[in-house]
């Protein structure tokens, strides 16, 4: 019996780690290019404010 719960308990701690480093990544590639989508609006603002 305490097999299968640890069994368990250590899936599910496999899978929320997978799923945390999912969602940092996918932070972390969203800001960039956030980041570089605003850098090219601020590089062509002369041009969008005439």
Do not use: H, P, W
């Given at each position: ?9 250590n899936s ?27 850098s090219k ?10």
């Amino acid at each position: 019996m305490n097999e299968k719960v640890y069994r368990t308990i250590n899936s599910t701690a496999i899978y929320s780690l997978v799923l945390g480093i999912c969602i940092l990544t996918t932070g972390l590639v969203s800001g960039v290019l956030l980041i570089i989508s605003g850098s090219k609006l601020l590089k062509q603002k002369s041009k969008i404010l005439l």
